[in-house]
């Protein structure tokens, strides 16, 4: 089969042109369907974080069986495992010796975050310039559209077997996925899985995500004091809990802005590179504001630890009083480069807190969390498929790149699934402002990605034959 794939993407664009002008015909007339099921997607308020009502995911994850019920699959219904959120499943069989695909995505989201940082209502669809605004547009129910459409341009009959997985946890840590994935093996059988949560270079640009770091995280309690007392009493003879924990929180980062952990697995790499002004641009970075870390930046985001302070719970300065703050808590996350033992950083992580921990004071962890990082093999028929296809689709070769984030279920995929290709892609760009207010899919690219999968469909089914 690779031989075979190889062969067609040497032909040059031209020959993928001719074979492929009906697909692009499809997905050019499709493309407004598309946004607005896309629009649909945003106006489900899937947030699986704590907190939020779980019966709204639920109540999602039925309106998709029902999509996928009216697309024309078969065996569309919800995968439960463990109590936790539903994962939607449904297939359409393989041809007869055609390979079967999992069109991986998943449907919940973040949370919307402060609304007045929005331009418009997170769930409540708007298109300006080119781009569809709403939580989860780019993260990750593009990635549904891209699935559905590309199965949609071979008018609901691929010439490859699809069996569509739409998971429901991914935003809160996917605790049900295995479970699912076990309870369920006699349902998936792929021969290829295709993650749809990865994105792209840049708008035009298409790229596979070749690894993913891994994360260790930790909520910690400090406390100095049984109870608050009088700052002017006390002060200066014993420590307030704010203080001790900026003291340890500061022992994280070397004076250059390196992870000071020790032992934690770290590499450098070359051949792309990030240049600064654009990563400032696309961080929004205030005026003056100075790096931290040495090496370049792909290497900081892609194969270096990084460490992070996500939050922490203090007096708010309108309810301060003056007194000694007898407790504080924090929420601290480690990024793990491929390769590292998750656990062993986990308790890296744990003893760099207990062993700095200032002025005689104990930490105590409330809550700790691991997801492994993922390096993944680019030498593989689907990669070769898929790459021509994205040729054709983009006018672009696509870029092979690392990603700072983190998706832990793919070594749950690896693990049972081994041997089976997985590819990461996507239709996010890095100005889609995932995770964060004014979210959005860029809409060309959306239909390039339908576009490049389809093609890549009918390569791999061309391969096979």
Known sequence: MMAHVASLRDKGRGYARLMNDDLRAKVAADLPRLTELLGDLVRLPSVSAPGYDTSKVHRAAKTIVGI????GFEDAQLLEANGGNPAVFARIPAPAGAPTLLLYAHYDVQPPG???EWSTDPFEPVVWEGRLYGRGSADDKGGIVM????????DGRPPVGVQIFFEGEEEGGSQSLAGILERYSSLLTPDIIVIGDGGNWSVGVPAFVTSLRGIAG???ELRTLKKAVHSGSFGGVFPDALTAMIRLLATLHDDKGNVAIPGLVSEEVGGIDVPEQMARELAGTVDGLEQIGTGTIPSRIWTRPAV?????????VSEAINQLVPVARAKVSLRTAPGQDT???LEALKNHLEEHAPWGTKVEFLHEEVGDATSLDMDTFAVKAWSAAFEEAFGNEPIHMGAGGSIPFISTFSEMYPGVPILVIGTSDPTSAYHAPNESQ???DLGKAVLAEAIAFRLIAQASA
Not at 68 to 71: E, I, N, P, V
Not at 147 to 154: D, F, I, P, R
Request: aromatic fraction near 0%.
């Open 308 to 316: 992070s302070v996500l939050a922490l719970d203090a007096p708010p």
């Open 442 to 444: 860029d809409l060309a």
């Open 343 to 345: 656990n062993a950083a």
């Open 68 to 71: 996928l019920d009216r697309a």
């Open 218 to 220: 930790v909520s910690l």
């Open 114 to 116: 402060p609304s007045n």
């Open 147 to 154: 699935h559905l459409g590309a199965v949609a341009a071979h």
